[in-house]
């Protein structure tokens, strides 16, 4: 069965910072892969996907993330954090039939 | 574009009481997942319909809970009767059913507190 770790459950950088959030997950064949982000009170967003093709995936709001079929990883990366970036980032596979499996998730703290 | 719309946004009402939750998909999606946040267990799958047909409630905690999709533009969630245990937040998410897997863009959700 799929599944997804997000190994960090918290992760503090400072304001300027680059950021790495890490996501390992299990699929036997190609996956479909997501990053969703949930700022406090709101629904997930979605930042950036990967289907296929170029392993390096831009998103919005200056996120990129690569796919790492040895190493089975899609991290995110920023290259500087804004205070407006913190919030709870997920990672998901897609599981067929359009469902996705979700990581635990990331909270992302900002200090000024 | 409108996006997912959840209501009610926020919900208290006492343990015993019936709650209904509602979510409009975006129009064209075909797909619709009705999903649980909790501190203690995140983010769990409760039920997904593909083209108004439930696909699979194997997420849907006991018989309390139900799930209907009359047409391609409305959903319910129903808990009856609801208990404490039950305080969560309830997001809709709406996908288009296309081959592979399409991302799946979530409503604001509802808050629901069962005292």
């Known amino acids: 069965a799929q599944s997804v770790t997000q190994p960090d459950i918290h992760i503090t950088v400072s304001e300027g910072a680059s950021l790495e959030l890490r996501c390992n997950y299990s699929?036997?064949?190609?996956?479909?892969l997501f990053w969703y982000v949930q700022s406090p009170g709101q629904g997930l967003q979605l930042l950036l996907k990967y289907f296929s093709g170029d392993t390096l995936v831009q998103g919005i709001k200056g996120f990129e993330a690569e796919f790492k079929r040895s190493q089975s990883s899609f991290n995110l990366r920023k290259p500087s954090v804004h205070w407006s970036d913190a919030a709870e980032y997920f990672c998901?596979?897609?599981?067929?039939?359009?469902?996705?499996?979700f990581g635990a998730g990331t909270i992302l703290r900002v200090k000024s | 574009d409108a996006g997912v719309i959840q209501s009610p946004r926020h919900e208290v009402t006492e343990m015993g009481q019936e709650v209904t939750l509602r979510c409009k998909p975006i129009s064209g999606h075909n797909s619709l997942f009705w999903y649980r946040q909790t501190m203690m267990r995140g983010l769990e799958l409760l039920i997904y319909?593909?083209?108004?047909?439930?696909?699979?409630d194997s997420g849907m905690p006991e018989d309390r809970f139900s799930a209907k999709m009359p047409n391609a533009s409305f959903s319910t969630l129903k808990i009856q009767p609801s208990e404490p245990r039950d305080s969560a937040v309830y997001f809709c998410?709406?996908?288009?059913?296309?081959?592979?897997?399409?991302?799946?863009?979530f409503g604001d959700g509802t808050r629901l507190s069962i005292l």
């Open positions: 998410a709406s996908s288009l059913l296309e081959m592979g897997n399409q991302p799946q863009h």
């Open positions: 699929y036997g064949a190609t996956p479909y």
């Open positions: 319909f593909n083209n108004n047909v439930p696909i699979d």
């Open positions: 998901a596979v897609g599981a067929g039939g359009n469902k996705l499996v």
